[in-house]
């Protein structure tokens, strides 16, 4: 439709042009129609060029858009392989402790170099709450050590806190934690999304997410940005009023 309305305006301009040219006895009155006419012609051409950088704009924030979905998709994918790495350590660790009818003692060295691979997948993984999960296994660590758990037992309490884990990974809400801001540590408001997107705000105003690095570790950054900001506000009113469903326009933390 614009395009017609284009080619109309320029059929339009070409008659006036040559009414101009073969009726000079009209005067100023022709004249005026001209500058009219070429005021508007250039006004089509500005709108042309306007429509087009649109396109290309449009064009090029499809393509961010789907760069930015495949990073998520490769981040969710991380994490789910992360967990069932965990879990197959400890199914596998079961089903030979009752085939082979391990003893306790024997089972220590296995519990031991889970709980090794447990501690690496935490430390190394999503930044939440990274002291209190680190701490949960090493107090099991330490029960085994000094013979205040049976190995038995400390095999299920493993799977549980791997069952914490997978937990983790779905769930939505508002947490305190202590993160590295600047180098200092600051306490916190926590927004979490399962265990991909991270944002934070501070009692000092600011207001930031967890960032993946070129080298897979994470990083708490602020954001100067106005509109990340508001996205960010919203969405921890969201959650405090329980609204855990919907459309929420938010910063991309993956974004390079």
Request: hydrophobic share 40%; glycine share 4%.
């Amino acid at each position: 439709m614009f395009k017609h309305f284009l080619q109309n305006i320029s059929l339009l301009i070409g008659l006036a042009i040559t009414l101009l040219s073969t009726s000079p006895v009209m005067g100023s009155s022709l004249d005026n129609l001209a500058n009219s006419l070429a005021k508007i012609r250039g006004e089509v051409e500005e709108l042309q060029t306007q429509l087009d950088a649109e396109k290309e704009k449009h064009t090029n924030e499809i393509s961010i858009l789907s760069s930015q979905l495949t990073d998520l998709s490769i981040e969710e994918r991380r994490q789910e392989m992360g967990i069932k790495k965990l879990q197959n350590s400890i199914e596998k660790m079961t089903l030979d402790s009752k085939q082979a009818e391990q003893s306790g003692e024997s089972l220590k060295p296995v519990l031991f170099e889970i709980l090794a691979t447990f501690k690496q997948h935490i430390l190394t993984g999503f930044p939440f709450k990274v002291d209190d999960r680190i701490k949960a296994i090493e107090d099991l660590e330490d029960n085994l050590s000094n013979q205040l758990v049976d190995p038995n037992k400390a095999v299920n309490q493993t799977w549980a806190l791997i069952e914490d884990e997978i937990r983790l990974s779905k769930e939505n809400g508002i947490y305190q934690q202590t993160i590295l801001l600047d180098g200092e540590k600051v306490l916190a408001d926590i927004a979490k999304l399962g265990s991909v997107f991270l944002f934070f705000q501070t009692r000092d105003n600011r207001v930031g997410m967890a960032k993946r690095s070129a080298n897979n570790s994470w990083k708490f950054e602020v954001t100067d940005s106005a509109s990340d900001i508001e996205q960010i506000a919203k969405l921890f009113d969201a959650l405090k009023k329980q609204i855990r469903q919907g459309f929420f326009e938010l910063p991309n933390p993956l974004r390079k």
